[in-house]
């Protein structure tokens, strides 16, 4: 008798299947089907676990704000069954070692796959490539590079680097900030900034790295991945570069899609991000974009910070929001309840294309016989509002009070169940 059997589930296509499972695998898609225990997905949409390229796990070095099991724990109640851990820990994910320790702390926690994104540079400095190679060759073998938080702005090094990925089919993924032109920068420039006289942060300082950036990874032949993008002309910028036929990709943030620059005018520190939240005209650009392909998936950019980094003077506050638990439910209202776009494309950008900008294993796959068994059982029919307190360590959550459209009701990890009921399952 197979382990478990998913019952009446909606799947993407509209049909209606028991998805039967045995072990870590999909065995059968049917009617009638049994199993040793049975999960009633009536009314729920069944959906390739989701996959995000972004999150701040902050383990090790910065235990206060978040943990390794805290972050996969947040993840398996967002449907998530694999991260990307930024490389921003202490000490700083840039050699082998490092790496290695983080995948072991993601495959204790038992919640989802962990694969650890390995910095560029050493300690994220921008002076000297990291040990690529040999995070690459390593037991977590490393394939997304990132020295996110700051900017790789030396184009000789951004080079040096995107040539030695293209070794092992690896990806850098950048944080597109020019520094110079965001120096003290507060928020988005613009009038707001003005108004509140707060320095801002320009949109061509994302935008000029961007485009030097798809010109290098096309002269060297490789692949390039933006992080969150912020802005219309940066969605400009990768539509020109798409049609070029330049290998890049683009993520977008769940809160870049819906909140705006005029939240700042609160002082509430949970806005405060980086890179800033921008204009409405920006959202729409970044929504029409998810929309027609443009922008490939949503990532989170789950950034966790203790209490005393967000409660205080807008000027000392820490840059960043948390948001596994509310990303699916944002590409829901986004994709879905606007009529815009299907569960087809839902699927893309939450879990296969990242999983394939990441060439990530058993990840990312369409649920069907033979398929590792990572899904998420989405609940679109139910509104909840966002609470304070949630499974991550930190409440710096933007959405916090804000009534949410859909969740995910149950998720499972490579056959086992990791949230039943929008409850965690101990593992």
Not at 59 to 72: A, C, H, I, M, R
Not at 268 to 281: F, G, H, I, Q, W
Request: glycine share 8%; net charge negative.
């Amino acid at each position: 008798m197979p382990d478990l059997v998913i019952k009446n589930a909606t799947l993407i296509d509209g049909s209606i299947a028991d998805v039967q499972i045995s072990g870590s695998e999909i065995v059968a898609l049917g009617a009638n089907l049994p199993g040793t225990r049975e999960i009633d997905a009536t009314g729920l949409v069944a959906l390739p676990g989701f996959v995000d390229l972004h999150t701040h796990l902050r383990e090790p070095g910065f235990e206060q704000s978040e943990t390794v099991l805290t972050g996969t724990q947040s993840a398996a109640l967002g449907g998530y069954t694999a991260v990307h851990a930024m490389a921003n820990t202490s000490p700083v994910a840039d050699t082998a070692g490092v790496v290695e320790q983080v995948m072991a702390l993601g495959q204790e926690a038992g919640y989802c796959d962990v694969f650890p994104i390995g910095a560029v540079t050493v300690g994220l400095a921008g002076e000297h490539l990291a040990e690529l190679g040999a995070m690459a060759h390593s037991k977590a073998k490393v394939r997304v590079f990132s020295d996110d938080g700051n900017c790789v702005s030396d184009p000789l090094i951004m080079r040096r680097a995107l040539e030695y990925v293209k070794t092992f089919d690896g990806v850098i993924a950048q944080h597109a900030q020019d520094p110079r032109l965001t120096v003290a920068a507060q928020m988005n420039e613009g009038i707001v900034s003005a108004d509140l006289g707060l320095a801002g942060w320009p949109a061509v300082a994302e935008e000029s790295i961007i485009a030097r950036d798809v010109l290098l990874a096309e002269h060297v032949g490789s692949r390039i991945h933006v992080c969150h993008l912020s802005t219309k002309g940066s969605v400009d910028i990768i539509r020109w570069a798409k049609a070029r036929g330049i290998n890049v990709t683009a993520e977008v943030t769940p809160h870049h899609l819906v909140l705006t620059e005029d939240l700042v005018r609160s002082y509430d520190a949970r806005y405060k991000v980086n890179p800033p939240l921008r204009t409405a005209e920006d959202v729409a650009a970044l929504r029409d974009a998810l929309i027609d392909g443009t922008i490939d998936i949503v990532a989170t950019d789950h950034a966790p910070h203790p209490t005393e980094a967000k409660d205080c003077e807008w000027a000392a506050a820490a840059n960043g929001m948390i948001g596994l638990e509310a990303a699916a439910s944002i590409a829901y209202e986004v994709l879905i309840a606007s009529g815009k776009s299907d569960w087809s494309r839902f699927a893309e950008v939450m879990s296969l294309n990242p999983a394939k900008i990441a060439r990530d294993s058993g990840q990312g796959q369409s649920l069907q016989v033979g398929s590792v068994a990572n899904i998420a059982l989405f609940d679109p029919k139910t509104k909840r509002p966002m609470p304070l307190v949630t499974a991550s360590k930190s409440t710096n959550n933007p959405y916090t009070g804000r009534e949410l459209l859909g969740a995910v009701k149950h998720t499972v990890y490579r056959g086992k169940t990791t949230v039943e009921n929008y409850e965690l399952v101990v593992q």
